[in-house]
């Protein structure tokens, strides 16, 4: 099993920022009980956030098959894989988006991959997937589906 492409999903910066701003809310929350619990706790709650929100990030990965959070499909099973252009990603996300499709939308990412499914005894219409490098995950699905 060779991966061509394997990516983690890690949250942004901006979205660790905001964790850690709840710092000062879980020791408000606790100087009643104990100043000392309240410290501790406004410590290590932020940490033990932004170290779950790192560690359960999903991972795109190609390889015989597209595994990506709790989608796998054979690559025999797909299309040829497409970048959605920057003026679409929004409306791809949106009125766009088929009911019988799969998706892993993350909204602080920005590019989209649509991978259109081919085998008939599937439902699913097309995959969605949310990815810093759009044309990395194209080229290697598209290289791998040949």
């Known amino acids: 099993m ?8 890690r949250p942004s910066f901006g979205f660790l920022i905001a964790i ?11 100087v009643p ?21 790192i560690a359960a990030a ?7 098959s597209l595994s990506v ?18 003026d679409e990603v929004r409306s791809e996300r949106g009125p766009k988006l088929s009911p019988a499709s799969k998706f892993m939308i993350r909204g602080d990412i920005k590019h989209l991959v649509k991978v259109p499914v081919t085998d008939e005894a599937d439902p699913t219409t097309y995959l969605l997937i949310s990815t810093r490098r759009p044309e990395e995950l194209a080229s290697a699905l598209n290289a791998n589906r040949a």
């Open 2 to 9: 060779t991966i061509s492409f394997i990516e983690r999903l």
């Open 20 to 30: 850690s701003l709840s710092s000062p809310l879980v020791m408000l929350s606790l």
């Open 33 to 53: 009980v104990s100043q000392t619990l309240a410290l501790i706790a406004a410590i290590l709650v932020p940490v033990g956030l932004i170290g779950l929100s």
């Open 58 to 64: 999903p991972v795109i990965r190609v390889t015989e």
């Open 69 to 86: 959070a709790r989608i796998n499909v054979p690559l025999e099973a797909l299309g040829k894989a497409l970048v959605v252009p920057e």
